[in-house]
């Protein structure tokens, strides 16, 4: 028995692009639209001027509406979009200016009316974009009159804006309204749908449900040991509150309050996880979650005694926090952001943990590893002869997406990013709200084609409970793009294909879900921009939360890399890479996985790292100041002998290594553990591995032998003394170099 176990683009632009500058513009006072029987494709294959029709209304009215500028605070963008004569928007005195709307989703255009004030433009195109990002000019005019008048286009885009390069007065630019009339559709695949239900996994509930705390012990009772079953589960409390309640959290469930702020959803009672299952080991306690509800515990304090890939976000605790089993067993979690615990964690038993922007009434003590970054009242750093590393802020967050209810609606409200950090986020919540007509609610038996379609068309995705086998790679393209899982979704690729590759765009938020290897080998489960991506992402970054990779455990899994950041600028707040040590397709070779991480993009953060087990590096990173806050890792267990880890004269893979070209790289709590059961001989050479250079700093980092299961001869490179036999006490170095 083990100790424990941590354990859509334009396509085909040129064809669409817009009739020729010298056709001059109808007006609408003719009576007739300009019709030049269009014979381009469409992007859904349909003959755009024999299966479909332009139709009469306005997709663009009451969007929202953005523009480079406005003369007033009485002439905003959204003026050109709501249907009313009498308002406009009115740009600043200088060329070139630009109004755009977002539909919504990706549509197929036919015509835009235009209604210019006396400060018209005589010269201006019109374009469209899919991301909001690259733009098509579907229309460029010159001699231009002003007045009303209508321009049939043809091409696509979610985003439309007309982009004004030469005034007609002294003036700014200046609309009355925009009129964007789009096709209907003759046939051929209807569009996906956004918004819809929640599906059947997706348990809803307020304070007057009846049996309600039966609902919560019949799901505990499916899921409490289910560690490798396919049951998913989602809770959702409305606001309210609620009083006598023991939610019991088992596997691959979670729990959520529909509040906008956490304080919306009150509970009087306990949400507990504990380890009785494993007897009194929490060790294992994986892949659950609880968020965005306030907490009174009925014994003064809460029970969350987990391990990895069970986040506690944007909590607040009206009490105490213990997040140790009944019994102060084994434990190996964990993490906390955006949380308040009114009074003291208690981690006991817990060997490492993690928070962040938080705050706490007190914390108890610390065994190997913990760390802290703008958390109010975290204990201070005193890692040379303690466990605690402290930085006063995280350097850049951006907390999770969230549904919430406004009203009797579902939204998703999309936090803003925050930098230099320090406390909860609420309830001030900057960020903004998505409604849930703008997501496609994925549910059981969905297919990856339609899923690719969802997104061509401009949709965000929610997944609902489920496994989603796919047999091609999600394909995520727009900037700003949420996919967002509920009661950890799990991706499973087959036949070799990759999970998801997202663009190098700005803003895509990832969270909350699992990804589950196939049992063909694929190349990378997870990949944020494609090889050789350059873009400067600093004002919106990429982010990366929540989301679990597992090789193995379920099932034999395979995949050379679990997760490649080529991308600039992306934020990882929490994840856990695992490849499986136990469970079912375990061996060697039979759940073999190269790398866990890679990190090639430039200035990424990674707040909250759990990477393990695999066969040869678990971090590799390549790109240029790069930043860890919190690493926890253990090595393979079942490496067969020292022969099959040694390269390049060294014996061992390290678990985090920054390769030799980077400059500048540094980290922060960082730990390394080797049990290496198949052979306990091994020495291994070190845990970290980084280049000699005044740019690279690593603080407060250790490795750690359980039980004498193989050691380390050192810490980092060839500094640091080896670890101490069968004593699993750790050995530390407070900086390097």
């Known amino acids: 028995m083990r100790l424990r176990s941590f354990g859509v683009a334009l396509a085909a632009a040129a064809a669409l692009i817009a009739l020729p500058a010298t056709q001059s513009p109808v007006a609408a006072a003719a009576g007739t639209p300009l019709s030049q029987g269009r014979t381009a494709t469409s992007p859904s294959g349909q003959s755009a001027g024999v299966a479909a029709a332009c139709g009469t209304g306005n997709a663009a009215l009451g969007k929202p509406a953005s523009a480079s500028s406005t003369e007033n605070a009485g002439t905003p963008a959204s003026a050109a979009f709501d249907g009313d004569p009498g308002t406009r928007w009115s740009s600043a005195f200088s060329d070139p200016q630009w109004v755009q709307v977002d539909l919504g989703s990706v549509q197929n255009l036919c015509r835009v009316d235009l209604t210019w004030e006396t400060a018209y433009a005589k010269e201006f195109q019109i374009q469209a974009s899919a991301n909001g990002q690259s733009w098509t000019t579907l229309r460029s005019v010159t001699g231009a009159t002003g007045g009303t008048a209508s321009y049939d286009v043809s091409g696509s885009g979610r985003y439309l804006r007309v982009y004004g390069t030469v005034r007609s007065t002294g003036y700014g630019y200046s609309l009355w309204e925009v009129a964007i009339h789009t096709e209907s559709s003759g046939g051929g695949t209807p569009p996906v749908q956004g918004g819809g239900d929640l599906g059947p996994n997706v348990i809803v509930v307020d304070p007057s449900t009846p049996n309600l705390q039966q609902r919560f012990d019949q799901v505990f009772a499916q899921q409490e040991s289910n560690q490798f079953g396919a049951g998913r589960y989602q809770f959702l409390l409305k606001p309210g509150t609620y009083n006598g309640i023991n939610a019991q959290i088992g596997f691959y469930t979670s729990i959520s309050g529909l509040g906008l702020n956490p304080d919306d959803t009150q509970i009087n009672g306990d949400i507990t996880v504990d380890a009785g299952w494993l007897n009194g080991n929490a060790t294992q306690n994986f892949w659950r979650s609880a968020e965005n509800l306030a907490i009174r515990p009925s014994h003064g304090d809460d029970r969350w005694a987990v391990a990895q890939a069970a986040p506690f976000r944007r909590i607040h605790v009206q009490g105490g926090l213990n997040l140790a089993p009944n019994g102060y067993g084994w434990a190996s979690g964990g993490y906390i952001a955006d949380s308040k615990i009114d009074g003291t964690v208690g981690p006991y038993s817990q060997q490492q943990w993690y928070t962040r922007d938080s705050s706490v009434g007190g914390w108890t003590n610390g065994v190997w590893n913990m760390t802290f970054t703008g958390v109010q009242g975290a204990p201070e750093t005193d890692f040379a002869t303690g466990s605690y590393t402290t930085l006063d802020t995280t350097p850049i967050s951006r907390e999770k997406p969230f549904l919430y209810l406004d009203g009797s609606t579902y939204k998703v409200f999309v936090p803003a990013k925050r930098t230099n950090a320090r406390g909860v986020s609420w309830p001030a919540n900057a960020g903004s709200s998505l409604p849930l007509d ?212 060294i014996v061992g893979y390290a678990a985090y290594k920054v390769a030799d070209t980077v400059n500048t790289h540094e980290a922060w709590g960082l730990g390394s553990y080797c049990n290496f059961t198949a052979d306990p ?51 530390k170095v407070v900086q390097f170099p």
Request: avoid cysteine; charge should be negative.
């Open 438 to 649: 703008q997501f496609y609610v994925v549910k059981p038996g969905a297919t990856a084609a339609t899923i690719n379609q969802a997104l061509s068309q401009g949709l965000n995705l929610l997944f609902t409970p489920g496994v989603y086998h796919l047999d091609r790679t999600i394909d995520v393209t727009r900037a700003n793009t949420v996919v967002l899982g509920l009661g950890l979704a799990t991706l499973v690729p087959d036949n070799g294909v990759d999970a998801i590759h997202v663009a190098d765009v700005d803003g895509v938020r990832l969270a909350g879900f699992l990804i589950d290897a196939g049992t063909v080998n694929s190349d990378t489960l997870l990949r944020v921009g494609q090889p050789g991506s350059s873009a400067d992402h600093s004002a919106n970054p990429t982010t990366v939360q929540d989301v679990f990779v597992r090789i193995g455990g379920a099932g034999p899994g395979l995949a050379t890399n679990s997760v490649v950041v080529n991308s600039n600028n992306v934020v990882i707040d929490h994840t856990w890479l695992w490849r499986a040590d136990h469970g079912s397709g375990v061996g060697w070779n039979t759940n073999r996985a190269d790398y866990g991480l890679r990190v090639n993009g430039n200035d990424v953060l990674a707040t909250g790292l759990f990477v393990e087990h695999y066969n040869k590096y678990d971090v590799y990173w390549n790109g240029e100041r790069g930043r860890t806050i919190f690493f926890q890792n253990e090595k393979a267990y079942d490496v067969p002998n020292a022969a099959a880890i040694t390269h390049d004269g």
């Open 681 to 731: 001989t091994i020495v291994q050479a070190h845990g970290f591995q980084v280049p000699v250079k005044s740019g690279i700093k690593l603080h407060d980092i250790l490795v750690i032998s359980l039980g004498g299961q193989g050691q380390y001869a050192h810490v980092v490179n060839n500094t640091g003394a080896p670890t101490s036999g069968t004593s699993t006490v750790p050995s």
